[in-house]
Structures are given as structure tokens and as C-alpha cells.
């Protein structure tokens, strides 16, 4: 049986989570905090990496993350580890131990990759993926999807024309944003912005850029099979992955560094620890014996 393929961000923005609550419970804690500093139309970017970084969290209480010594977070960090902050931005990476071949980064800087992924992704094709994500929260993709699912909750509730009565945002109404922000689409120059952002991220730090193109041909070849369908409705306002491979093989044309991509040993387990035996030192001890006259 075919993975279901959900590629949050990479493919279509943040779809997914289709397996999870429908609606993201934030908690007491987060509420009181949002409800006082979130009012009217107004949310400032620390109001939505807040919300961001609350549902972040609850995801993470709702799903199986891979420990500190998994061999899937271990390769993220060997991998991923020292790229944590960038130009305006923190990154925090996460890998879900779920089938579903997704990744997704959220306002507040949160990156969760499910392992997924990293079964059908080499080191460098992973690095591509996680670049595109990283480009979105870089480019503020992911506070503008925040900000559009607060004013869309906001107008669905009929607050448009009360703007300046509102003083505090409901419950009901957070957790509508909350999974509106999970469901959001990116648009289509946003996405053509984060895959140039993910090609540059390969160049600059010395990467093989072919990789890129690798990883969609991945998920083209992918979605021509049972979940074609699936990918066509949810992708409609997006370009599909053969096309945004061929402008990634452009880009390395026109720079000169195309080469056919070459898919390297993918390794998901830790290391097995080397034990060392000790030999005993034996000696032996020597007794003269004195002999009576």
C-alpha cells in the first residue's frame, strides 16, 4: 500500500494533518495570553509566532516524537543541526515518527519532518525540502498565512464591521485560526520564491543544487500513482512538482553545475555503539623456595 503523500509546504503549502483534531485545542495559558494582546485586526508578529508556537505545541503533545537519540533526530541534527537561525528568524527542528511523507514550518520557527520523508530522501534532497520550508518562515510566508487565518475567522464571525468593539478573540475563535493556519495555501509565487530560496540555500553552503530537482521527480513520480487524484485537488493552486523540478534543473543549467542526481545511501538508525573488551592482565607470581641445611 502506497504512502499517503502530504507534503506540507514543500508540495502545497501546509496541507495536512487530515489524521489529526480538526480543531487545535491551545490551552488555557495560551488563550488568556493571546486574548490580551490580540485584538481587533491587529496581530503583530509576535502575536503570531505566539499562536504558531502554542499549536506547534500541541501538536507535538498529539504526535510520536522521535527522542533525542533516534536515528531519525540524530540525522536531522547531523544534517540540519547548525542551520538554526538565519537573517530575522530561530529555527527549531522536530522529526514526527509518522508515515506520511510531510514537513512543515510554522511562523514562530518551528520545523517538524516526519520520518516519512526521511525514508524516501537522501541527506541532500532532505536538505532541499527543509530549505524550501525554511524559505517560507525567511520570506514570512508562514506570519502572512497566520495573520490571513485571524482576519478570516474574524470576517466568517461578521466582526469586519465591528473592528472597534472588539477587544478580545474567543476561544472558538483561536482554535478556527489555529486550523485554518494548518490548512492554509501558500500562493504560487510564494512557493516559486521558497524553491529559489531552497536552490540558493544548496549553493551557498556548498550543497549539491541537483538535489532539488531530485526531490521533485521524487514526489512527481509519486503522485502518478493512487493518490493522483488526491494531489490534483489539493495542488490546484499550485505548480506540480514536474514543473518546479524542470525550473530547478533550469537554474542549474544556467549556472552551470547540472549533473544527473545520483540518490545517496538514505541511513535512519543510530549508530550501534562499539564495545570494547579488556583482557585481563594475568601474572604470574614467582616463589623461590629455601631449602634447610
Do not use: W
Amino acid at each position: 500500500m502506497k504512502k499517503k503523500i502530504i507534503i506540507a509546504g514543500f508540495l502545497f503549502a501546509t496541507l495536512g494533518f487530515t489524521k489529526m483534531n480538526a480543531q487545535i485545542n491551545l490551552g488555557d495559558k495560551a488563550m488568556g495570553a493571546l486574548q490580551k494582546g490580540v485584538t481587533s485586526f491587529t496581530l503583530t508578529n509576535a502575536d503570531a509566532a505566539t499562536l504558531s508556537k502554542e499549536a506547534v505545541r500541541k501538536l507535538d503533545s498529539t504526535n510520536e516524537v522521535a527522542g533525542p537519540n533516534d536515528g531519525y533526530t540524530l540525522r536531522l541534527n547531523r544534517v540540519f543541526g547548525k542551520y538554526t537561525s538565519g537573517e530575522g528568524y530561530t529555527l527549531n527542528y522536530k522529526v514526527y515518527k509518522l508515515k506520511e511523507v510531510n514537513a512543515f514550518a510554522t511562523a514562530d520557527g518551528s520545523v517538524r519532518v516526519y520520518s516519512g520523508l526521511m525514508d524516501i530522501m537522501d541527506d541532500n534532497e532532505l536538505l532541499a525540502v527543509i530549505g524550501h520550508e525554511i524559505g517560507h518562515v525567511a520570506n514570512n510566508d508562514t506570519r502572512d498565512a497566520m495573520r490571513a487565518a485571524y482576519q478570516k475567522e474574524a470576517l466568517i464571525d461578521g466582526a469586519s464591521s465591528q473592528s472597534a468593539k472588539i477587544s478580545a478573540v474567543t476561544d472558538s475563535q483561536l482554535g478556527k485560526i489555529g486550523s485554518a493556519m494548518i490548512d492554509s495555501k501558500h500562493s504560487r509565487k510564494q512557493e516559486a520564491e521558497a524553491d529559489l530560496f531552497s536552490y540558493n540555500f544548496l549553493k551557498k553552503n556548498g550543497y549539491n543544487v541537483n538535489a532539488e530537482e531530485s526531490a521533485f521527480r521524487i514526489l512527481a513520480k509519486m503522485s502518478e500513482g493512487a493518490e493522483a487524484s488526491f494531489l490534483d485537488r489539493m495542488m490546484s493552486s499550485h505548480p506540480d512538482s514536474a514543473k518546479r523540478a524542470d525550473d530547478a534543473k533550469a537554474r542549474a543549467e544556467k549556472d552551470g553545475l547540472y549533473k544527473p542526481y545520483v540518490q545517496q545511501k538514505i541511513v535512519n538508525t543510530a549508530p550501534v555503539a562499539k564495545t570494547t573488551t579488556t583482557k585481563k592482565a594475568t601474572t604470574t607470581k614467582k616463589t623461590t623456595t629455601t631449602k634447610k641445611k
